[in-house]
């Protein structure tokens, strides 16, 4: 897992200009500045580099905490090594720069948010490709028929949320009267786009190109952290899991009821890792669902899912360091304090895992297998046994809530990870899955693709 860090960005005028994100020329103020920053970072002068900070930022990263952070990331990526490129964009009234640098272990973005004052106002680490690894371009897998679809662009919602999406649907004449069932796919954490892209893989769009193929169509859509990130740190600083992800998701279900070509009674909501732990809710407040497919679905709470993961990779090499120790020791007590009933709203966020405390409590007490429970819908739950993300114990307690019943089928898949891909074992942990197999071009089980088919039909 790596860490990523967000600060909390300042209004700097009375409204910003709704525009997509556009490249700037890598020249003056703001890309020096960045240069200056990141060598700051990587000289451990954490003085220096917080005073790159505004006011808003800085109370939620102040110095100390900042050193903290960049600690805790090396524990993870290894020790810097250089910078791999970097380009400049415009973003909602933003100046954004992005460097890709090369750590040790795994390549990384450092995406810095420059306010109209030219001070960093959002600082995030993110997954970057490892460039000195060629990645092959996307090729359908050999259970998608392309002669036999079509696909579409659409947009979900409407006015400052709006998000762009695709439809694939199974190929037909236009007007033909054909109504196709339909499933909904809602992604996992982070600013994921549609095809839920990591490395060479495209889990989304290899489920929109297999299940359109045989007969049922899919939505996808690219989700509103990674469209409109810069607007929700500022306009949404106690963002939830409500606007983070359920909300797009009923709106993409409206959507799909309402189009000619979509069985408006055979809608389903597939979620995927944090959308599959979210799926219960969804089904709570969406009308007229058919069902839902939860695939490496998370049963327990998110923050125990973090500390675990954190823990195996400490310990994926066989050797957990005295700093990765002292590192967990430190994620414990922010899980502590996450799980505490009485946590104050105004907790900052570097005491919480980097995440706002609203967000936190938003979860508390949510059991989704419980709430699942509660539901009078079909449900279909998918998980690999090899996945290190969303483990066997998950799909435990969907069993354990769910099995028996009437409509709902449970299945897991031994050879699988957590994009429903098969892999090899670690040769230190050995059944479960390492980060490394996201980097293999692969494809979705095709066994995860006919369960599916079988459940909508």
Request: proline content about 6%.
């Amino acid at each position: 897992m790596v860490l990523f860090v967000s600060g909390v960005m300042a209004m700097t005028g009375c409204s910003k200009p709704e525009e997509p994100a556009v490249l700037a020329p890598l020249e003056g103020e703001i890309n020096d500045l960045a240069t200056d920053f990141i060598a700051a970072l990587v000289a451990e002068d954490f003085e220096a580099a917080s005073g790159y900070f505004d006011a808003e930022m800085l109370k939620a990263i102040p110095t100390d905490k900042l050193g903290d952070l960049w600690e805790q990331l090396l524990s993870q990526v290894g020790p810097y090594q250089n910078e791999i490129s970097r380009k400049q964009e415009t973003s909602e009234g933003y100046e954004v720069i992005i460097a890709t640098v090369k750590f040790e272990k795994s390549p990384l973005n450092i995406r810095m948010v420059f306010n109209g004052d030219h001070r960093i106002a959002g600082l995030f680490f993110q997954p970057a490709e490892d460039t000195a690894v060629e990645t092959p371009p996307y090729s359908a897998p050999n259970y998608a028929d392309l002669e036999r679809i079509q696909e579409r662009e659409v947009v979900i919602g409407e006015g400052a949320w709006a998000l762009p999406g695709t439809l694939t649907l199974p190929a037909g004449e236009q007007g033909s009267g054909q109504e196709w069932p339909l499933v909904v796919l809602v992604h996992g954490s982070g600013p994921n786009d549609r095809d839920e892209t990591i490395g060479p893989n495209k889990p989304f769009k290899d489920l929109a190109l297999g299940l359109a193929s045989e007969g049922v169509a899919v939505l996808r859509y690219d989700k509103r952290t990674l469209v409109h990130g810069q607007k929700l740190m500022a306009e949404v600083p106690e963002l939830t899991v409500q606007e983070e992800t359920i909300e797009d998701a009923l709106l993409a279900v409206e959507l799909a009821m309402a189009m000619p070509e979509v069985d408006a009674s055979r809608v389903y909501v597939l979620g995927h890792s944090l959308g599959g732990m979210l799926a219960p809710r969804i089904g709570a407040q969406a009308n007229g669902l058919a069902g839902l497919i939860i695939m490496a679905g998370a049963a327990r709470p998110l923050e125990e899912l973090m500390l675990e993961q954190m823990t195996y990779l400490a310990g994926i090499d066989g050797d957990v360091t005295e700093y990765e120790t002292a590192n967990l020791e430190e994620v414990k007590e922010h899980v502590v304090r996450i799980q505490d009933p009485k946590l104050d709203p105004k907790t900052p966020l570097d005491q919480l895992l980097g995440v706002p405390a609203a967000y936190w409590l938003d979860l508390q007490g949510y059991q989704p297998a419980e709430v699942a429970k509660t539901l009078n819908l079909k449900m279909l739950i998918l998980q690999g046994e090899r996945d290190y993300q969303v483990t066997m114990a998950d799909f435990g307690l969907w069993e354990a809530a769910l099995s028996g019943r009437n409509g709902v089928k449970l299945e897991t898949f031994p050879e699988l990870n957590h994009l429903m891909m098969t892999g090899s074992g670690s040769p230190v942990v050995g059944a479960l899955s390492t980060p490394e197999e996201y980097n293999t071009a692969g494809h979705v089980s095709v066994e995860v693709i006919q369960a599916i088919l079988e459940f909508v039909n």
